[in-house]
Every structure is written in C-alpha cells, then in structure tokens.
T-cell receptor, first 111, second 116 residues
Framework: AQSVTQLGSHVSVSEGALVLLRCNYSSSVPPYLFWYVQYPNQGLQLLLKYTTGATLVKGINGFEAEFKKSETSFHLTKPSAHMSDAAEYFCAVKNTDKLIFGTGTRLQVFP | EPEVTQTPSHQVTQMGQEVILRCVPISNHLYFYWYRQILGQKVEFLVSFYNNEISEKSEIFDDQFSVERPDGSNFTLKIRSTKLEDSAMYFC??????????????FGPGTRLLVL
C-alpha cells in the first residue's frame, strides 16, 4: 500500500531563512507525488507535483521539491521564507484516483 | 481562475440528523471527490465519482454516506444520520481526468461540520 510520512508536525523558521519540510513515501510502483498548502480558513492549494521526468520540480511561491528515489523522499524547500508562507503543508501520493495525504506540517515564520 | 466552491462554509447539526454538503466543481471537470479532515488529523479520502457512479470509496464511506450529482453543476455528500465522530472539515475536489496519474485535483475551501 502507498503512504507518505511527514517528519515534524511543526516547523519554525525566521523570515529569510531556508524552509525544509520533509516527506518520505512508500510505494511499490513509480509514485506520483504532490505538495499542497492550506492557508488558514482556506482549502488545499496545489504547490507542485512530480510525475515523471525531471526530479527537481518547481512550484508556486518559490517552492521546489526534489524526488529522490534512492531515499524515497520528496522534500519541499524554499531558499528564503516569507511571512506569508505561514500555513499547513501536506505531502500526498496518488493511489489509483485518490490522494493519500501525510499528517501535515505547520510552518511558522517569525520576523 | 475557475475554482471549486462549497456550501455552507459551516454547519452545526444535532446527532441523528441528516446533512447535505454541497459542492460546485470546476465546470469542465469530470471526476469528483470528497475528503474529510477530522481536527488535528490527516486529510482522508472518502469517495470518488465519475459518470454518475461511485468509482472508489474508502471504508469510512459506509451506508450512512451517499453522493449524488443532481444536476449538471452540483455534487453533494449526504450523511443520513450524523454521529459525533462525523464532525470534521469536508473537502470537495474535482479533476479533468483520474486515470492519468498525474492529474491534479482541485480542492474547495471546505465545509466545517459540527455534530452536537
């Protein structure tokens, strides 16, 4: 069965610092991987996705993620955090036509 | 930009009552989904729907739940007799395709259901 694990339910960074949100997946077939963001009182918005091809995927708002098969990881990064990045971030893997989500990581950004 | 909309944004109901949560998917999308998120827990898949029938459902989606596309625009989730543990945020999503694995699902803002 496919699954994702997000290490760290809360991550705090200073404005301007590197953001690193971790996601590891388990899949017996080549995975389709997604990162979604949820701002307060809003729905889930797609940040980026990996399907096939280039392993470094660029998304919206300066975020990117690298698919590493050897490490079964799909960590999300942003070089310089902004206050507006404060939100909950979900990693997900596609299984047939449904998404299987991780438990989420809440990102706090301090001035 | 087209978006998925959901109504109501909040719903409070008494245990045992029926609720209907409504969603308007993106207009050219053909695949529809319901997910839920119990407070403090992960987002969980409930059901997927295509061509007027359920294509997949989770073990959460028991006989108390049903989905319907009553017209060309709405997609509804009905809970027949609500339980306390049905309290959650319910998200509707839609996509153009489903069997193509990389297809993006677009989510609505959610309906927060509280069962008292």
């Amino acid at each position: 069965a496919q699954s994702v694990t997000q290490l760290g339910s809360h991550v705090s960074v200073s404005e301007g610092a590197l953001v690193l949100l971790r996601c590891n997946y388990s899949s017996s077939v080549p995975p389709y991987l997604f990162w979604y963001v949820q701002y307060p009182n809003q729905g889930l918005q797609l940040l980026l996705k990996y399907t096939t091809g280039a392993t470094l995927v660029k998304g919206i708002n300066g975020f990117e993620a690298e698919f590493k098969k050897s490490e079964t990881s799909f960590h999300l990064t942003k070089p310089s955090a902004h206050m507006s990045d404060a939100a909950e971030y979900f990693c997900a893997v596609k299984n047939t036509d449904k998404l299987i989500f991780g438990t989420g990581t809440r990102l706090q950004v301090f001035p | 930009e087209p978006e998925v909309t959901q109504t109501p944004s909040h719903q409070v109901t008494q245990m045992g009552q029926e609720v209907i949560l409504r969603c308007v998917p993106i207009s050219n999308h053909l695949y529809f989904y319901w997910y839920r998120q119990i407070l403090g827990q992960k987002v969980e898949f409930l059901v997927s729907f295509y061509n007027n029938e359920i294509s997949e459902k989770s073990e959460i989606f028991d006989d108390q739940f049903s989905v319907e596309r009553p017209d060309g625009s709405n997609f509804t989730l009905k809970i027949r007799s609500t339980k306390l543990e049905d309290s959650a945020m319910y998200f509707c999503a839609s996509s153009e395709q489903a069997l193509v694995g990389q297809e993006t699902q677009y989510f609505g803002p959610g309906t927060r259901l509280l069962v008292l």
